[in-house]
C-alpha cells in the first residue's frame, strides 16, 4: 500500500499561531509545516502553495557557491569528491545571514538541483524514519552515504570554515541565479 505523502504549507513565522490553530502541523525535522492529505484544505488557501514554492525553503541566497573537495571516504578510506553549498550571504529562516555552509539539506529548488545534477554522487539519500528524506554526498568508490556532521560539524572537517581552509582546499563554482533550498546553516568561526 502506497503512503500517501504530507502536503507543504508556507507559512511565515508571524502567522505560526494561527496555521497551527487552523489544525496545520510543524515538522522540526524538514523544518516545514503541514497538513496531512484528508485536511480541509479550504481553511489553509492562503499557505497553500504551487510549483516551485511548494517547499518552504528556509534558506534563499543571492551570493552562493558548490563548495567542491576532496575527503576520505569514511567507509573505504579513499578520497572522494564531496561538495555542499556555499553562501557568502542569504537568509535564514527570513532573517539576514553571512558566510554560512549548508548541511542536511531537505529541499532543493529545481534550478538549483539542476547545477547540482553534475555532481552524480550528492543524491537523496532516505533517513531512517519512515518517508523522510534528505540529500547527502556518497563515496564515488564504495557508494557508502557520507554523513554531513563528519564533513561540517567539527574543525577540520572539510566544510567546516571554508574561508579558513587553505588555498585550494575547495574549488568555488557559482550557483547560477538565487538559491533556495532548505538545511541546517553552519556558520563561520569568528
Same mark, same amino acid.
Given at each position: 500500500?502506497s503512503?500517501?505523502?504530507?502536503?507543504l504549507?508556507?507559512?511565515?513565522?508571524?502567522?505560526?499561531?494561527e496555521?497551527q490553530s487552523?489544525?496545520a502541523?510543524?515538522?522540526?525535522?524538514?523544518k516545514?509545516w503541514?497538513?496531512?492529505?484528508?485536511?480541509?484544505?479550504?481553511?489553509?488557501?492562503?499557505?497553500l502553495?504551487?510549483g516551485?514554492e511548494?517547499?518552504?525553503f528556509?534558506?534563499?541566497?543571492?551570493?552562493?557557491? #558548490? /563548495?567542491?573537495?576532496?575527503? !576520505?571516504?569514511? %567507509?573505504?578510506?579513499?578520497?572522494?569528491?564531496?561538495? +555542499?553549498?556555499? &553562501?557568502?550571504?542569504?537568509?535564514?529562516?527570513?532573517?539576514?545571514?553571512?558566510?554560512?555552509?549548508?548541511s542536511?539539506?531537505?529541499?532543493?529548488?529545481?534550478?538549483?538541483r539542476?547545477?547540482?545534477?553534475?555532481?552524480?554522487?550528492f543524491? #537523496? /539519500?532516505?533517513?531512517?524514519? !519512515?518517508?523522510? %528524506?534528505?540529500?547527502?554526498n556518497h563515496?564515488?568508490? +564504495?557508494?557508502? &552515504?557520507q554523513?554531513?556532521d563528519?564533513?561540517?560539524g567539527e574543525?577540520?572537517a572539510v566544510?567546516?570554515?571554508?574561508?579558513?581552509?587553505?588555498p585550494?582546499?575547495?574549488?568555488?563554482?557559482?550557483?547560477?541565479?538565487?538559491a533556495?533550498?532548505?538545511?541546517?546553516?553552519?556558520?563561520?568561526?569568528?
Amino acid at each position: 500500500m502506497s503512503r500517501v505523502e504530507k502536503i507543504l504549507l508556507y507559512v511565515p513565522v508571524e502567522e505560526a499561531e494561527e496555521a497551527q490553530s487552523a489544525g496545520a502541523r510543524h515538522d522540526p525535522g524538514c523544518k516545514c509545516w503541514y497538513i496531512e492529505p484528508d485536511q480541509e484544505r479550504p481553511r489553509f488557501r492562503r499557505w497553500l502553495r504551487r510549483g516551485l514554492e511548494a517547499e518552504a525553503f528556509t534558506i534563499l541566497s543571492d551570493e552562493a557557491y #558548490v /563548495a567542491v573537495a576532496r575527503t !576520505p571516504c569514511w %567507509r573505504c578510506g579513499t578520497p572522494t569528491e564531496v561538495v +555542499c553549498i556555499y &553562501c557568502i550571504s542569504g537568509e535564514v529562516n527570513g532573517e539576514p545571514c553571512r558566510e554560512f555552509t549548508v548541511s542536511n539539506v531537505t529541499a532543493i529548488e529545481p534550478s538549483l538541483r539542476r547545477q547540482l545534477s553534475q555532481w552524480p554522487t550528492f543524491h #537523496v /539519500a532516505h533517513h531512517h524514519s !519512515p518517508g523522510q %528524506r534528505y540529500f547527502a554526498n556518497h563515496c564515488e568508490h +564504495c557508494g557508502a &552515504c557520507q554523513d554531513d556532521d563528519s564533513l561540517h560539524g567539527e574543525p577540520g572537517a572539510v566544510f567546516f570554515a571554508p574561508r579558513h581552509l587553505p588555498p585550494n582546499a575547495l574549488h568555488l563554482v557559482p550557483v547560477k541565479g538565487q538559491a533556495r533550498l532548505s538545511g541546517d546553516e553552519g556558520f563561520e568561526p569568528g
